[in-house]
């Protein structure tokens, strides 16, 4: 039974390129979470999808940030125009379909994305 | 809204030792609370959660929590501490739509 899984788990980009992060969710998951964790920091919430739904993006930045949970295949992370700034470990967490506040949340192993 | 602190940065312990990592959260209703666990370069493995009932909570590990209402805590504990516990302990309350809150972090080093 596989866990969540993210790839690529290391990404270099260049500045002004475009990053895409993948998530794909437990099995029978269909909550997907995206929290991004700076350098010595914790995770901050990002953004809340189901499927083909944003529930809540109140924590994703307002320009270059976009996901989406397509009816088939992975969630999208994606940072458009990347700034040094952006350098960060990104985490994909999947729930249960309940989708019920307190269902615990899985985590993938990280996608960590250096912007030179 | 709802807010996480873990007041210590970081904690040093000597293997064999008892270990607490403070948690102490600001929500108004019934929090539901988690403790999480990373090692270095990895994501996050859950160490235990409280939702209601019995107010001590047993996780992996041989860690526990503790919620206690009246003090607005969610305290770590491991009786004695091995090496291997070495590593960045997140506490996280979680309210509407799924949104979890995460502390800072607190960062074990075991001695040996």
């Known amino acids: 039974n596989a866990g969540v899984m993210q790839n690529p788990r290391h990404l270099v980009r260049r500045r002004g390129q475009e990053a895409r992060l993948r998530c794909s969710p437990m099995k029978g998951h269909s909550h997907v979470y995206w929290y991004r964790q700076l350098p010595e920091e914790g995770l901050k919430f990002m953004v809340y999808?189901?499927?083909?739904?944003?529930?809540?993006e109140s924590g994703m930045p307002k320009e270059r940030f976009s996901a989406e949970f397509p009816k088939e295949g992975p969630s999208i992370l994606r940072i458009q125009q990347v700034v040094r700034g952006d350098s960060a470990a990104y985490f994909c967490?999947?729930?249960?379909?309940?989708?019920?506040?307190?269902?615990?949340?899985?985590f993938g192993p990280g996608t960590r994305l250096t912007v030179l | 809204a709802q807010s996480v602190t873990q007041p210590d940065i970081h904690i040093t312990v000597s293997e064999g030792a008892s270990l607490e990592l403070r948690c102490n959260y600001s929500?108004?209703?019934?929090?539901?609370l988690f403790w999480y666990v990373q090692s270095p370069g990895q994501g996050l493995q859950l160490l235990l959660k409280?939702?209601?009932?019995?107010?001590l909570v047993q996780g992996i590990k041989g860690f526990e929590a503790e919620f206690k209402r009246s003090q607005s805590s969610f305290n770590l504990r491991k009786p004695s501490v091995h090496w291997s516990d070495a590593a960045e302990y997140f506490c996280a309350v979680v309210a509407n739509n799924n949104d979890m809150r995460f502390g800072a972090g607190t960062r074990l080093t075991v001695k040996p």
């Open positions: 967490a999947s729930s249960a379909t309940s989708g019920g506040a307190g269902d615990t949340q899985y």
């Open positions: 409280y939702f209601s009932g019995d107010t």
């Open positions: 929500y108004g209703a019934t929090p539901y």
């Open positions: 999808l189901q499927k083909e739904n944003i529930i809540d």
